[in-house]
């Protein structure tokens, strides 16, 4: 059901007349822009170079970065569970756990597994697990940036509750930077796609400078975060 | 806290803030680091000047359309179920927002750090009805808790208090018995503010860029704040300041990409995110009901005059960065939430020159401000024109330079200050140049050169000089 909209006649009017100009309400189209310096970023980079990228910001964003193929990541998101003290976990509902070779995952004693119908309790799970594990949509190489998008099986809840957040990301989904991701939704858009209520760009863990400029890692989302790099199938 | 924040004189605020040696340290040292990490951002990524002609091109493209584009956010709202309310004033939308939260017979808000809600004094009408308000973003909350002690930087809120300063509030307010380690003060904000976020009816977010195309809200952290305000209570309201919004989201990502490596130093912030309305049926987490508030309190009079480019801005505090002036004097003692260079340009045109006349006066027309915005704002020119109209159309006594800059304390007894934000290039000093003494200067020079004699700015640019100088290379 559509939204209500109030006083915007009297509101946009004043704009218009301040401007000079009779209102304008339609027949606008976003012009070809003079300057055009966003695709020159990275723009020869391999896959591989993409990774490298992505690996030497990961150094500067406080995230741990690890490069895997579809038959070790199991051991290799285990390794990692263990390294920042095991469960409880949290882990949307999504077939991309058993496609990549983490069905592992699924069977863990101490994981909970996002379920819309369970409402509330999804949170609950949230707030008390250690870790959330996501698998990134989109990943930026420049800024080290990982892309979530939400739905019933993908609560935003995951990525910023738990005190750790491990995003598993497929190497195909490396892109040079948010340039890229921007294009990509545009053509949800074009192709009359609904786009997510959530779209969230994360890059390493919460942080603050809020106090003397000094950096403290860990505010109100995640304290750590990990990322796991899958050479694809 | 509306715009203006303290009912002080002007020259006392100054006094007081140049008699305040830590807060002139802290705000020296965080000018110093921010500034570095600016340019070592823009270094990297490359054609920083297309970059800034791209995001001038775009805002001024949005401005000219303004009215096509909000209501294209409108009814983009609108169509996921989002509700939108256009202001005039700052009383509307409060108001407004005060009816909705009532309504819901609400006990708590979070809110994410917002200057529009400070400028429609949100938190104290909400108050003002017995509403618990908490800020979550670190820097507000502890000015919240230091009874409202104002904002004095738009991006680093509390960066005048120490930690010790910060650990003596917790501890009186708080309950705190930790020491002042920023790992453990802010340890001690996270377990409070989780409590609130969790327990929270209503959400309250400022918003960085809408963006037209799809109705979307773009929030920029590093916190995280802004998330948990906005996933977990049961009603979100976002207020955006009319001119904040992007046709699409190819604009909103290079608005960003300036945005966050203007204000802090970083290619993105831990946290960007696009909402587009409530959450979608079957979403467990995120809001039922979203409220959009529109706010003017003042911008669409800057349309259509030569102050319109103010509007380009992104509040991204680099010119407040680069400022010789407020590296003396401060943020409080411009007296409106938005200080420096920025907020001498803004703070008159939205408050009246009755109480931001001053203002103006606030600045030696370095330059450097205007050097350092992404989105190629000409503030200086705006200041100087400021002036103009104060002394020609307003009829109020001028300010005089030497005045100011004698409350300010520079002179020519702090060349380097001086130094600090010239980017004038040596050219266009070289008439009045004698030696490496400006004798006769031009315009706001005047007054300074008739007192005293001025350091001529070096041949080196100002970002050489401050390259030089953290490499522990001489200035020249």
């Not at chain 1, 704009?15 to 020159?40: C, F």
């Not at chain 1, 919460?206 to 050479?231: C, F, Q, R, T, W």
């Not at chain 2, 809001?287 to 003042?298: A, Q, R, T, W, Y």
Request: glycine share 8%.
């Amino acid at each position: 059901m559509n939204g209500t909209i109030h006083n915007e006649g009297a509101f946009l009017n004043n704009i218009a007349k301040n401007l000079g100009r009779a209102p304008i309400t339609e027949g606008i189209s976003v012009p070809e822009w003079k300057h055009a310096p966003k695709k020159e970023v990275l723009k020869h980079a391999t896959p591989n170079d993409l990774v490298a990228e992505l690996k030497e910001q990961c150094k500067r964003v406080h995230t741990q970065f690890h490069v895997t193929d579809s038959k070790q990541v199991m051991h290799c998101l285990t390794q990692v569970i263990e390294e920042l003290g095991n469960g409880p976990l949290i882990i949307p509902k999504d077939d991309r756990f058993s496609a990549y070779g983490l069905e592992g995952i699924l069977k863990e004693k101490d994981v909970h597994i996002w379920d819309h119908q369970a409402g509330n309790e999804n949170i609950e799970k949230a707030e008390s697990a250690n870790i959330g594990i996501t698998f990134s949509e989109m990943t930026l190489a420049e800024s080290a940036t990982i892309v979530l998008f939400s739905d019933k099986d993908h609560g935003r809840s995951i990525s910023f509750l738990p005190a750790c957040h491990v995003s598993i990301i497929p190497k195909s989904t490396i892109v040079p930077r948010m340039t890229q991701a921007a294009a990509a939704i545009r053509s949800k858009v074009a192709r009359g796609e609904v786009i997510p209520s959530c779209i969230n760009f994360i890059t390493g863990p919460s942080n603050s400078a809020d106090i003397e400029m000094d950096l403290v890692v860990g505010v109100h989302g995640p304290i750590k975060a990990v990322y796991i790099i899958v050479e694809d199938k | 806290m509306a715009m203006k924040t303290s009912s002080a004189k002007f020259k006392d605020r100054v006094d007081e803030g140049i008699h305040n040696d830590f807060m002139r340290l802290a705000v020296s040292s965080a000018q110093e680091r921010l500034h570095g990490r600016r340019l070592t951002a823009v270094d990297e990524l490359g054609s920083w000047e297309d970059w800034r002609s791209l995001g001038e091109e775009i805002r001024q493209h949005v401005l000219s359309n303004l009215d096509f584009y909000l209501h294209q956010l409108a009814e983009n709202v609108s169509k996921r179920g989002g509700h939108v309310f256009f202001a005039e004033t700052a009383e509307e939308a409060s108001g407004y927002i005060k009816d909705v939260i009532v309504k819901k017979n609400a006990k708590k808000v979070v809110k994410s750090k917002s200057m529009v809600t400070e400028e429609i004094n949100l938190n104290a009408t909400l108050e003002a009805v017995g509403l618990d308000v908490v800020e979550t973003d670190l820097g507000e909350y502890i000015l919240q808790v230091d009874d409202h002690d104002p904002p004095s930087h738009i991006v680093a809120p509390a960066l005048h208090k120490n930690k010790e300063q910060i650990r003596d509030v917790f501890k009186e307010k708080l309950a705190y018995t930790q020491t002042e380690k920023p790992e453990e003060l802010t340890a001690h904000v996270r377990g409070i503010l989780r409590k609130d976020f969790l327990s929270a009816d209503v959400g309250i977010t400022g918003c960085n860029f809408a963006i037209a195309e799809t109705g979307s809200i773009g929030l920029v952290t590093n916190e995280g704040n802004a998330d948990l305000v906005t996933a977990l209570p049961k009603t979100q309201i976002t207020v955006m300041g009319m001119e904040r919004l992007v046709p699409t989201f190819d604009e909103f990502e290079v608005l960003v990409s300036l945005l966050t490596r203007s204000a802090v130093g970083q290619r993105l912030t831990s946290y960007i995110t696009a909402l587009t309305g409530p959450r979608d049926e079957d979403d467990v987490d995120g809001p039922e009901e979203f409220h959009l508030v529109i706010v003017d309190n003042g911008r669409s009079s800057i349309l259509g005059t030569e102050f319109q480019s103010v509007l380009q801005c992104i509040r991204c505090a680099a010119c407040i960065n680069v400022c010789p002036v407020y590296r003396q004097v401060g943020g409080h003692s411009y007296g409106s939430i938005y200080p420096g260079p920025i907020g001498a340009v803004l703070s008159p045109l939205l408050g009246g020159y009755d109480d931001f006349k001053e203002l103006p006066y606030a600045s030696t027309l370095c330059a450097a401000c205007t050097d350092a915005c992404p989105v190629k704002i000409p503030l200086h020119d705006l200041l100087r024109k400021h002036r103009e109209v104060i002394v020609e159309k307003e009829k109020m006594a001028p300010f005089s330079e030497k005045m100011a800059m004698k409350a300010f304390g520079i002179g020519a007894a702090s060349p380097m200050l001086y130094k600090f934000g010239s980017k004038m290039a040596p050219s266009a000093m070289s008439p009045f140049k004698t030696g490496d003494i400006i004798s006769k200067g031009p315009g706001p020079l005047k007054t300074w050169t008739e007192s005293r004699e001025f350091p001529a700015p070096g041949k080196e640019s100002f970002r050489d000089w401050f390259k030089n100088r953290e490499k522990g290379g001489k200035p020249s």
